[in-house]
């Protein structure tokens, strides 16, 4: 897959989410899933049947002050994804969270994650009005290194939240990006 056109875009409604790229986020998923990436799906391997839910679930959800998609495309190929959302209790209504950050296992390393998490930066200051944005990483999956390096800092750790299987709990890793 060429790098070459890196595009970056965001939907804000259900109905700008084409068949094609439901099927291209759902496939995605599948695989960073299945190459043991944290994402959401925590037991691989998963296949499209149980991952299609979650995606329509997302996309269903989609409002332009609540819940934004983003996605990276390199050489007409989807090669990345996140999805990040406000709450719209007002105590908590100026932070947002990063749900799903993915890109595929295969062009990892060059620098399309970090696009799509500067893009989101910029959207949820300019566009959704956000202060900061806050995620959770699984620890021991490198994440905390790849974040930090992005500005993200640690606020905070749940030790062995995530019991990936017997005798393998991984601590939950709060993460904060402020100021945006």
């Known amino acids: 897959m060429s790098d070459s056109g890196l595009g970056l875009l965001q939907f804000t409604a259900p109905e700008q989410v084409t068949a094609r790229l439901r099927r291209e986020l759902v496939e995605c998923w599948v ?6 990436g944290a994402a959401g799906f925590p037991f691989p391997p998963v296949d499209e049947g149980q991952v299609a839910p979650a995606v329509d679930r997302i996309v269903g959800a989609l409002a332009p002050g609540a819940s934004r998609l983003l996605v990276a495309r390199a050489g007409g190929e989807l090669v990345g ?12 209504g100026h932070w947002g969270t990063l749900h799903h950050v993915q890109t595929r296992p295969a062009v990892r390393g060059r620098g399309f994650g970090a696009a799509l ?3 989101v930066r910029s959207v949820a200051r300019d566009e ?4 900061q944005l806050h995620l959770a990483a699984r620890g021991g999956a490198g994440l905390e290194e790849f974040y930090g390096r992005l500005g993200w800092k640690e606020v905070g750790r749940w030790p062995g939240a995530l019991r990936l299987a017997p005798g393998d709990d991984r601590d939950e890793v709060l993460m904060l990006l402020a100021p945006l």
């Open 128 to 131: 959704m009005g956000l202060e």
């Open 31 to 36: 695989e960073v899933t299945n190459a043991g």
């Open 81 to 92: 994804w996140l999805n990040v959302r406000r709450d719209p209790y007002e105590l908590i």
């Open 117 to 119: 998490m500067e893009e």
